[in-house]
């Protein structure tokens, strides 16, 4: 059936035009090979730092010199800002406008179609697009539909929700089978979750509303459901480039596939570096990339192995690196540059030292000539900051935090600070408040009353917990909020017991009732009890409540100073300012010098990505792409010792992926030792010592260990 109100059409050829443009001169001999290539499907494989958007952008005007006409190339990318760039690099290029391409990210192109065809869909074309505020609103509203009732169990939130569904599409695992993988929490409650999953879907449709994931999912039905639509189109677009497809899901592999067709006439070119496939968490399908040529047997595969940003030094430590994933495209990135110093590996006996060593080369740096904004730590997980962070503070050395707010500052940092703040003061109104919020059934109305009738009045922390107790209290409670509040009265309780060993009392609260509310409201919920458990470990270091909470004080002055739009913090004369970001956050960047810390076992590469099919690839796929990022200098370190729960510290193995590096590779930076107070050291054998202010092995020599015994913390994604 014709799209209504359109009729097909194919697009007039252009005569060939001369753009003046000396492909020869400007292109290396990878890159003149991809942009000059024919027809048919095409795969290159561009490594860190080729020259990616530059032979992506003279691909584009060469098609356009063949006489391809600018509405017959099809550019997808997977940011606006890659899309703006690659566009208005293109104009410059060839003195086309723009705008007369199609190009974009895969939902703004998809949202394009949708418009034009909407009613074959069966909505309007004015059809709404959700936010992700939007989003939470609506299945807020099919949880009330439902009328949940969540007893002494926490629901999951819409936001945890709304990341469940959106994962569900993207991968297309069966919901039962992703919530026992991922969220083993909510198997029980498993039919509700498909029932709001069914009341979503419809109450979009009733409200003529698709959300992000729509504009993907509709799009693939749009071409499969409608022959004469997608033949329009691979009439239309005689050309489509795909940017970071190793990035794609499913759905986007099949989109652009379903677009350009099959076989030898399918003028489709995808680019990207399989070594950089690190979204799997978001659905990201690595097949995507590695099976192309299988699902398009006329494949031509290219290589873009010239470096341009990095030293031959950093180049050799990735490209051995790399080396030990078997699943992979052969590829060997060379150096355009000249020598540089070798990469740093850093043994640091304590956290606290690995945080001084970032901080004072950062100075050192600094005092060299490099900016502040040339300089980036990096890590796996946000809770692995935590000692860099607070030495940076303490140095007064200005930094953003990129991809999240600074630690101490995050919510769920809050919260738990919070229940410490009451039990050191009973009459913290905001503390109060912030705690008596957190449990199920309270709001702000029964919030109020329970501080009028208890708040401001207790002398101490026993009265305190004492009243909350009492039947005068309880009978201000509502019906949903009883069942939890004697699990709630027994939690302070216990951190009250523990309140002269703050790591204790945190863990206490994370243990007894904080966890489950994490698990529940965020859908990064691995991430933040991580950092709770490593603010555990920070409060390791004080022997009393107070003792933590005027140190956190401190803190937060020092955060509160000098903060502007970006996020930075420090008294620096300039607007520079170091990065710290996680490795997800800072692909696709580079700086001129990069610190890569908390590089131990049980924390990189993560354990439960261990336990996946093809996690321990992907997880060094991540530690090269944070290699990668260095152009001149780069500092790899650990701490030999850690703090770990309840009084007791661990030593440490490095990371597999140090272990695995040639020793040829990389210098070995040795610390002065200096008097670091810390509990007892588990050892091998169980027993505890007193640590001696040096350690008494070698630690650049991993200790032996048997095979089932358990270090590290459990798994935090980003």
Same mark, same amino acid.
């Given at each position: 059936m014709p799209t209504p109100g359109r009729r097909r059409f194919a697009l007039p050829q252009r005569a060939p035009v001369n753009l003046e443009i000396d492909f020869e001169k400007d292109l290396n001999g990878q890159q003149l090979a991809v942009a000059t290539c024919g027809d048919g499907p095409k795969l290159v494989i561009a490594g860190a730092g080729s020259g990616k958007t530059r032979t992506l952008t003279y691909r584009v005007a060469y098609l356009l010199q063949r006489g391809v006409p600018p509405a017959g190339i099809l550019l997808v990318t997977f940011t606006n800002k890659a899309a703006r760039e690659m566009l208005g690099r293109v104009g410059q290029l060839t003195r086309l406008e723009p705008y007369r391409m199609w190009g974009g990210t895969f939902h703004s192109v998809g949202a394009r179609l949708l418009r034009r065809h909407a009613e074959l869909l069966g909505y309007n074309e004015n059809f709404s697009i959700l936010d992700e505020g939007d989003q939470r609103d609506l299945l807020r509203l099919c949880i009330t539909d439902l009328d949940v009732s969540v007893?002494?169990?926490?629901?999951? =939130?819409?936001?945890?929700? &709304?990341?469940?569904?959106?994962?569900?599409? +993207?991968?297309?695992?069966?919901? $039962?089978?992703?919530? %026992?993988?991922?969220?083993?929490?909510?198997?029980?409650?498993?039919?509700?979750?498909?029932?709001?999953?069914?009341?979503?879907?419809?109450?979009?449709?009733?409200?003529?509303?698709?959300?992000?994931?729509?504009?993907?999912?509709?799009?693939?039905q749009l071409l499969q459901e409608n022959d004469e639509v997608r033949d329009r189109y691979r009439e239309q677009f005689a050309h489509i480039l795909v940017d970071e497809y190793q990035d794609t899901n499913i759905v986007q592999a099949e989109i652009v596939e379903a677009m350009?067709?099959?076989?030898?006439?399918?003028?489709?070119?995808?680019?990207?570096?399989? =070594?950089?496939?690190?979204? &799997?968490?978001?659905?990201?399908?690595?097949? +995507?990339?590695?099976?192309?040529? $299988?699902?398009?047997? %006329?494949?031509?595969?290219?290589?873009?192995?010239?470096?341009?940003?990095?030293?031959?030094?950093?180049?050799?430590?990735?490209?051995?690196?790399?080396?030990?994933?078997?699943?992979?495209?052969?590829?060997?990135?060379?150096?355009?540059?000249?020598?540089?110093?070798?990469?740093?590996?850093?043994?640091?006996?304590?956290?606290?030292?690995?945080?001084?060593?970032?901080?004072?080369?950062?100075?050192?740096?600094?005092?060299?000539?490099?900016?502040?904004?040339?300089?980036?730590v990096l890590y796996r997980a946000h809770a692995h900051r935590l000692s860099v962070e607070t030495t940076l503070l303490r140095y007064d050395i200005p930094y953003e935090v990129r991809g999240g707010l600074r630690f101490f500052e995050q919510a769920h940092i809050k919260d738990v600070v919070a229940h410490l703040r009451l039990l050191d003061n009973p009459r913290d109104e905001v503390a109060f408040r912030r705690v008596l919020l957190l449990q199920p059934g309270i709001g702000n109305v029964t919030a109020d009353r329970i501080w009028k009738a208890i708040g401001g009045h207790t002398v101490d922390a026993e009265a305190l917990v004492g009243a909350l107790d009492e039947k005068s209290v309880v009978d201000l409670l509502s019906a949903k909020a009883r069942p939890g509040w004697g699990s709630f009265v027994g939690t302070m309780g216990e951190v009250l017991a523990a309140r002269a060993d703050p790591q204790t009392a945190i863990?206490?609260?994370?243990?007894?009732?904080?966890?489950?509310?994490?698990?529940?409201?965020?859908?990064?919920?691995?991430?933040?009890?991580?950092?709770?458990?490593?603010?555990?470990?920070f409060a390791a270091q004080y022997d009393s409540l107070h003792g933590l909470l005027e140190e956190l004080l401190l803190l937060g002055e020092l955060y509160g100073r000098d903060v502007d739009r970006g996020g930075r913090r420090g008294d620096d004369d300039g607007d520079s300012a170091v990065v710290l970001s996680t490795i997800h956050q800072a692909k696709g960047l580079e700086w001129h010098s990069v610190f890569i810390?908390?590089?131990?076992?049980?924390?990189?590469?993560?354990?439960?990505?261990?336990?996946?099919?093809?996690?321990?690839?992907?997880?060094?796929?991540?530690?090269?792409?944070?290699?990668?990022?260095?152009?001149?200098?780069?500092?790899?370190?650990?701490?030999?010792?850690?703090?770990?729960?309840?009084?007791?510290?661990?030593?440490?193995?490095?990371?597999?992926?140090?272990?695995?590096?040639?020793?040829?590779?990389?210098?070995?930076?040795?610390?002065?030792?200096?008097?670091?107070e810390t509990p007892a050291v588990a050892t091998a054998s169980g027993a505890g010592r007193e640590a001696d202010t040096e350690p008494d092995f070698d630690p650049n020599v991993d200790p032996v260990w048997d095979d089932d015994e358990v270090l590290g913390e459990p798994w935090a994604g980003d």
């Open positions: 007893e002494r169990r926490r629901f999951p =939130s819409p936001k945890v929700l &709304a990341g469940l569904f959106s994962l569900q599409i +993207n991968t297309r695992q069966p919901l $039962e089978d992703l919530l %026992a993988e991922r969220y083993a929490r909510f198997v029980d409650w498993s039919e509700i979750i498909h029932e709001i999953a069914e009341r979503y879907v419809a109450r979009k449709r009733a409200a003529n509303a698709m959300d992000y994931d729509d504009l993907l999912h509709r799009w693939l350009a067709g099959q076989g030898q006439g399918a003028n489709l070119m995808v680019v990207g570096d399989d =070594s950089q496939s690190i979204y &799997a968490f978001r659905g990201a399908n690595y097949d +995507n990339i590695l099976r192309f040529p $299988e699902r398009n047997p %006329a494949t031509e595969v290219f290589r873009l192995e010239t470096n341009y940003r990095s030293t031959p030094q950093i180049l050799d430590l990735t490209n051995a690196s790399i080396q030990h994933n078997e699943v992979k495209y052969e590829k060997t990135l060379r150096a355009e540059r000249t020598d540089g110093m070798p990469p740093a590996m850093v043994p640091c006996s304590y956290p606290q030292q690995e945080g001084v060593f970032v901080a004072e080369r950062i100075l050192q740096l600094r005092d060299e000539g490099v900016d502040l904004d040339e300089i980036a863990l206490s609260i994370l243990e007894s009732c904080y966890e489950d509310y994490v698990v529940a409201k965020f859908d990064n919920s691995e991430s933040r009890i991580e950092d709770l458990q490593q603010l555990a470990v810390i908390h590089l131990l076992e049980g924390f990189f590469p993560s354990p439960r990505a261990l336990d996946e099919a093809g996690g321990e690839e992907e997880e060094r796929r991540i530690f090269y792409v944070a290699m990668t990022r260095a152009r001149d200098e780069l500092y790899l370190s650990y701490p030999i010792i850690r703090p770990g729960g309840y009084g007791a510290s661990v030593v440490q193995r490095r990371s597999r992926f140090l272990q695995e590096l040639p020793d040829t590779s990389y210098e070995t930076w040795q610390l002065e030792e200096e008097v670091v």
